[in-house]
């Protein structure tokens, strides 16, 4: 009977040393580690780690949070599954009470208890204001309609919002804007008083308590003037390649923009001797002029009463370049410029596409002793560019191929001129 006794008493010390070591097992060997958060714009990034997963069968993983002390998987929590390695992870809290101190840790549950790291805290951030800008529409030459949609006040009140611009990255309030109302949801914004042809920045913002918010960056460009009439009464229709807006049509013009009349010199001999501004018409003939433009010396294109109307200028050497350059280069800018067909161009009018709106025709020149060529064959157009104290930049253009030709002329040279905005 004695020996029966002591065998019971054995086995039930085995079995509570076994159990023990199980539970021990599980509190020594499973090992997991809270460690420290970070703020990243209006959320908390918490870390944690597995350290060791001991021999027991671990149902889950994760953090939990409370603002109270001690948060338990009751409170607040975020799973991450069923755990299976060992190392460091991380989640992030969302949807928080702005500048509030909470209390986290990570746990990991099995089928006999749920484990804990050490509690860490942290102050979750002042929340902002949350805000979209809307893309510009009904762009004209000096306004466009933008506007925006506050998705979320950040806990204050939205006292002002609207939209701010500039021709400079980034705008803020301190530059022009607009006042569209308060409180949140979506609004619009008339902005006005802008420059043709000009790339705009613009930005939504909403102001509260706790300062102003700006949403994404979008921009437009503005469009150019429709046309332009000269004091000849010549109307001229306007085309926009990127910020630019040139003539598009060759000018006509037979004043100054000081009303001031320019010489029309048909002798040949007094042309060649011309160190001052003239034009003449193609041949002597007025009816080219109807077509393709005037051609003017170079002395014309920099006179000091203007060849263009008021807002214009002959283009310099660069912005022909900043031209061709948004066409792809000299090699292929010339076909994207050139009228199609053989209407005004001779035969076979290469590579005329005039994707570019351009439509450049082909007025021919006028050289320095007074002959006329090229009609229909060249076109020719002067830069307000000179190279030396006898010659000047222009641009050609060939019915045979698609290529813009940089060439040095004579400023005694009679070439044709398209005007861009100022």
Not at 136 to 153: C, F, K, M, R, Y
Not at 175 to 181: F, R
Not at 361 to 385: C, E, H, M, Q
Not at 395 to 409: G, H
């Amino acid at each position: 009977m004695k020996t029966i006794l002591i065998g019971i008493l054995i086995f039930l010390i085995i079995n509570f040393l076994f159990t023990s070591c199980q539970k021990f097992e599980f509190n020594a060997i499973t090992k997991i580690r809270t460690d420290n958060s970070e703020i990243v714009n209006d959320s908390v990034k918490i870390h944690g780690a597995i350290v060791d997963l001991g021999k027991e069968t671990h149902k889950e993983f994760g953090f939990c949070y409370s603002q109270n002390n001690n948060p338990k998987v009751t409170d607040d929590k975020v799973s991450l599954g069923k755990p299976t390695n060992i190392g460091s992870f991380e989640t992030f809290l969302k949807s928080l009470n702005g500048n509030t101190k909470y209390y986290y840790n990570v746990y990991i549950i099995n089928e006999h208890d749920t484990l804990y790291g050490e509690q860490k805290q942290f102050t979750s951030p002042i929340l902002k204001p949350a805000l979209v800008i809307t893309e510009a529409t009904g762009i004209t030459e000096n306004s466009a309609v933008s506007g925006g949609t506050i998705i979320s006040d950040g806990g204050s009140a939205i006292t002002a919002r609207g939209i701010c611009w500039s021709t400079s990255p980034n705008p803020t309030t301190s530059d022009s804007h607009t006042s569209d109302g308060t409180g949140t949801g979506s609004f619009t914004s008339n902005i006005y008083g802008l420059s043709s042809a000009v790339k705009y920045f613009v930005r939504a913002y909403a102001t509260s308590s706790k300062g102003t918010v700006y949403s994404s960056q979008d921009d437009f460009i503005t469009h150019c003037p429709s046309q332009v009439i000269d004091l000849d009464n010549n109307s001229y229709n306007i085309v926009q390649v990127g910020t630019q807006c040139w003539m598009k049509e060759n000018l006509k013009t037979t004043k100054y923009r000081d009303n001031t009349a320019i010489p029309n010199v048909t002798d040949y001999s007094t042309w060649s001797g011309l160190s001052t501004g003239a034009y003449c018409n193609y041949n002597d003939t007025l009816s080219y002029s109807e077509t393709y433009g005037k051609l003017y010396n170079w002395y014309a294109c920099t006179d000091t009463n203007g060849l263009c109307p008021s807002g214009w200028h002959v283009p310099t050497d660069a912005e022909w370049t900043t031209l061709t350059d948004s066409l792809g280069g000299e090699n292929i800018a010339g076909g994207k410029m050139k009228e199609t067909g053989t209407t005004h161009w001779a035969w076979p009018n290469t590579d005329a596409t005039n994707e570019s709106g351009f439509t450049a025709l082909p007025g021919g020149r006028r050289i320095n002793n007074g002959s006329f060529f090229d009609i229909k064959v060249y076109g020719n157009w002067w830069t307000a560019t000179q190279n030396d104290a006898y010659n000047a930049w222009s641009r050609k253009l060939s019915y045979s191929d698609a290529k813009v030709q940089r060439n040095n002329y004579s400023k005694s040279f009679g070439f044709s001129v398209r005007c861009i905005r100022d």
